[in-house]
């Protein structure tokens, strides 16, 4: 890891973590608010390794993550997002 990376993360503690509203395969957050799924056990692995904490949030639409991006209140999308596609003249993650 570089030095500007490790300096990030000293100062980012906690990432706000923005789960996809349809991913329930691969994440989910399950009826009693635990987050579960393959990319649960990465994230967990992650948080050990890196000394860090994800806040995972479970946002009901792609409309409103967003706009949460847009406002700087996401550090990071949940894995299923990779998914998605922005149309050009749409793009408002610049």
């Not at 691969?26 to 393959?38: F, V």
């Not at 994230?43 to 700087?72: D, Y």
């Amino acid at each position: 890891m570089s030095d500007e990376e490790k300096a990030w993360l000293a100062n980012h503690p906690k990432i706000f973590w923005h789960l996809a509203p349809t991913s329930y395969r691969i994440e989910q957050i399950d009826e009693k608010g635990q987050y579960r799924g393959m990319a649960a056990d990465y994230i967990a692995l992650l948080e050990k390794i890196l000394c860090i904490e994800f806040e995972i949030e479970h946002v009901p639409s792609w409309g409103q993550i967003l706009k949460k991006t847009q406002n700087r209140e996401v550090d990071m999308w949940g894995t299923a997002t990779s998914l998605v596609i922005i149309k050009p003249k749409e793009r408002v993650l610049v």
